[in-house]
């Protein structure tokens, strides 16, 4: 599995050191780049990185202004060549503070802590493994570890640090984030339509530009998902 990481930086010649850094390393790829905060912050809640570099003297709202605008934050990551902003950006519990211009032997430094509060914090789901053209996923739920076929999944749905996975008959509880979950699910069985809710496309029975109907069940679509979610939908009809 890659680390996806997303690059925020008002110069452009900062964003492509950061991405030619970056493109050392084959744990990682670059999912999204902008000069733009306020365009980044979309795009952010959209992409669901799991890093983010970021500057801090940027043009309409700072580097810290868009930390505490961010929910459920992933990693982040300072990139400035101001020094002073080093304690307010610990205190939003930033990753690491690279001043500039960042060396490589620095920046090797800031990704090995990244790898090592990954290696402590293991997802509590295995990738979707193939067998005999059926696919299921290992969760660990309950102190054990539980074999879910991805076609009983109806739903997924965020609850703080877990997630609810919602099967015909049952409902699992595993410590993991819904972005996380999200990601070891095949893209073309399973959507996100809200910050709290992945949804399997072929047990929707109904949708609206607002909710989608699953079993009598009505979801919400969240405002940064509903473009995504109807030219989705509408390319399958």
């Known amino acids: ?43 952010i809640k959209i992409l669901q990185p799991d890093l983010i570099f970021l500057d801090i003297q940027m043009p309409e709202i700072t580097g810290l ?25 610990f205190e939003l519990n930033v990753l690491d503070y690279l001043v500039k211009p960042i060396p490589f032997k620095r920046f090797i430094k800031a990704i090995d802590k990244f790898l090592e509060q990954k290696l402590a914090h293991t997802p509590e789901v295995a990738p979707v493994l193939p067998v005999n053209d059926h696919a299921f996923l290992l969760v660990k739920a309950d102190r054990k570890t539980l074999k879910i076929a991805l076609n009983d999944i109806l739903y997924v749905e965020g609850v703080k640090d877990y997630v609810k996975i919602v099967l015909k008959d049952q409902k699992i509880m595993t410590k993991t984030s819904i972005g996380n979950f999200f990601n070891e699910l095949p893209a073309e069985r399973f959507v996100r339509i809200h910050k709290s809710f992945v949804v399997a496309i072929d047990k929707i029975e109904a949708y609206t530009a607002h909710d989608v109907e699953i079993q009598k069940m009505e979801l919400p679509i969240g405002r940064m998902y509903k473009e995504a979610f109807v030219e989705l939908m509408e390319g399958r009809g």
């Open 1 to 43: 599995m890659k680390f996806k990481c997303y690059i925020v930086d008002d110069e452009p010649l900062a964003l492509n050191v950061i991405e030619q850094h970056l493109a050392k390393f084959t744990q990682f790829e670059v999912c999204g780049k902008s000069t733009e905060p306020l365009e980044a912050l979309g795009q």
């Open 65 to 89: 202004e868009l930390i505490e605008s961010i929910q459920n934050k992933p990693a982040i990551i300072i990139t400035t060549a101001y020094r002073e902003y080093a304690v307010e950006g």
